[in-house]
């Protein structure tokens, strides 16, 4: 969960256990565990995690782990069976939290600065937790199409189905007045593919996502609306994702190729298309939408692991590193760095300026100059480095099993990379 992009599920959904506040202080476990928490706070730090948290009688870390171990379902069980609480105590708790009003200076002077920039003249919003679903509304609905691309259509973020996310985000902005070039609704036949499908309509569906900007939340109402079971939507992503140019509309589809990147000629699909067309379009890289290049890639400067830094460098930039980690976060990256003699900071400012794979290796060569023994050392390196201890050995396997459970023969990093890369991106 990534709540630098998206509020954490509302203090008032009761999907977690049935407890209030238990779903948000599970999004916010998982973006404690994967560090993008963003300006949210977990644990300790949060008032109303403390509070739950008390009540359950379970730490902060103990909680965050077993997020990450459970799905919402299975945690929601460890929880009761951990806490031991009973209906009785948990409606208890509940309404006490729900009915709670701002009682400290602190939290009076919040409900108000709050309803001043994103409620004026809202009086039916007047307890501690309407406060907080207003700022996290207020925060988070509005997108801005102008300045970046929706998701891709082959994101499933939003009740796991294709094109929804996408969806949400242009229902969102053409709200804002935020759309930019792009069509929703019956205005886009994607939209209305993927709304015939829902059998929702594009009015409908812009007020929930506008009301949800959480994604589980606005999926969950998809998935109550439509009504459609889960082999109906594995057969309609299958359809969407791999839908291409026919007879009639095949002169349309290589005619746009050209227009977006006449140098491409593995596009086969339209959302393939969407998504390079996203890309160029705001000259950025988007790792939701695809895998970095190879760590075996020598493109650049003869260099391993260097073209694939540069794509997490860009993506980075462009704040669409997906799950991806960069620079200082990754080990691969510190020791590509390392190796150069630059520091993460350096390359990520001088990747702004520096537009092509040329431009890179012209000012590395200015100015952190490499000979070409020490690259073919560094690669031999690389491309053999793996666990060299049992803490990594076992999270190595940690991993393996976790993307392609029985494989036996990946023992180094680069070939996990590229494992890992091959299965997100299948």
């Known amino acids: 969960m990534d709540l630098t992009h998206q509020p954490p599920r509302r203090p008032t959904n009761l999907s977690?256990?049935?407890?209030?506040?238990?779903?948000?202080?599970?999004?916010?476990?998982?973006?404690?565990?994967?560090?993008?928490?963003?300006?949210?706070?977990?644990?300790?730090?949060?008032?109303?995690?403390?509070?739950?948290?008390?009540?359950?009688?379970?730490?902060?870390?103990?909680?965050?782990?077993?997020?990450?171990?459970?799905?919402?379902?299975?945690?929601?069980?460890?929880?009761?069976?951990?806490?031991?609480?009973?209906?009785?105590?948990?409606?208890?708790?509940?309404?006490?939290?729900?009915?709670?009003?701002?009682?400290?200076?602190?939290?009076?002077?919040?409900?108000?600065?709050?309803?001043?920039?994103?409620a004026p003249g809202r009086t039916d919003i007047t307890t501690v937790l309407q406060s907080m679903e207003l700022d996290d509304w207020g925060s988070f609905w509005q997108v801005d199409l102008t300045t970046k691309p929706p998701r891709s259509a082959s994101a499933k973020d939003v009740g796991g189905i294709c094109g929804v996310a996408r969806m949400a985000d242009k229902a969102r902005a053409e709200r804002a007045g935020k759309i930019g070039e792009y069509l929703y609704g019956d205005n886009s036949g994607q939209d209305v593919r993927i709304l015939t499908f829902l059998g929702i309509s594009a009015d409908d569906f812009q007020e929930a996502a506008v009301n949800?900007?959480?994604?589980?939340?606005?999926?969950?109402?998809?998935?109550?609306?439509?009504?459609?079971?889960?082999?109906?939507?594995?057969?309609?992503?299958?359809?969407?994702?791999n839908y291409g140019p026919n007879d009639t509309t095949r002169e349309r589809f290589e005619a746009r190729c050209q227009e977006v990147d006449p140098t491409r000629t593995d596009i086969t699909t339209w959302v393939q298309l969407q998504d390079v067309d996203d890309q160029l379009s705001f000259g950025i890289i988007d790792l939701n939408r695809r895998a970095p290049r190879s760590p075996y890639n020598t493109d650049v400067y003869g260099m391993v692991q260097l073209a694939r830094l540069i794509d997490k460098g860009r993506a980075s930039n462009s704040n669409s590193l997906g799950a991806y980690f960069y620079g200082e976060d990754s080990g691969i990256d510190r020791a590509t760095l390392g190796f150069l003699g630059v520091s993460a900071a350096e390359f990520t400012e001088a990747l702004k300026t520096l537009s092509t794979d040329a431009d890179v290796e012209a000012w590395l060569k200015e100015n952190h100059p490499k000979s070409e023994a020490d690259i073919q050392t560094y690669n031999e390196r690389m491309i053999q480095m793996g666990p060299t201890d049992e803490r990594y050995k076992a999270l190595m396997a940690k991993m393996i099993d976790r993307i392609a459970p029985g494989r036996t023969d990946i023992n180094t990093w680069f070939a996990l990379m590229l494992l890992d890369d091959e299965k997100t991106f299948a």
């Open 212 to 241: 949800n900007p959480n994604d589980l939340e606005i999926g969950a109402w998809v998935r109550e609306n439509s009504g459609k079971s889960q082999d109906d939507i594995d057969e309609f992503n299958d359809t969407l994702v």
């Open 16 to 118: 977690v256990a049935g407890i209030v506040g238990a779903a948000r202080l599970t999004d916010k476990a998982r973006a404690h565990n994967a560090e993008t928490l963003g300006e949210y706070l977990y644990g300790e730090s949060s008032g109303l995690d403390q509070r739950v948290l008390t009540f359950l009688g379970i730490s902060a870390d103990a909680y965050a782990a077993a997020a990450d171990e459970h799905d919402d379902a299975a945690l929601g069980q460890w929880v009761i069976e951990t806490s031991g609480k009973t209906e009785a105590e948990i409606a208890e708790f509940n309404d006490a939290a729900i009915s709670q009003l701002p009682d400290t200076e602190g939290h009076k002077q919040r409900l108000k600065e709050r309803l001043a920039l994103h």
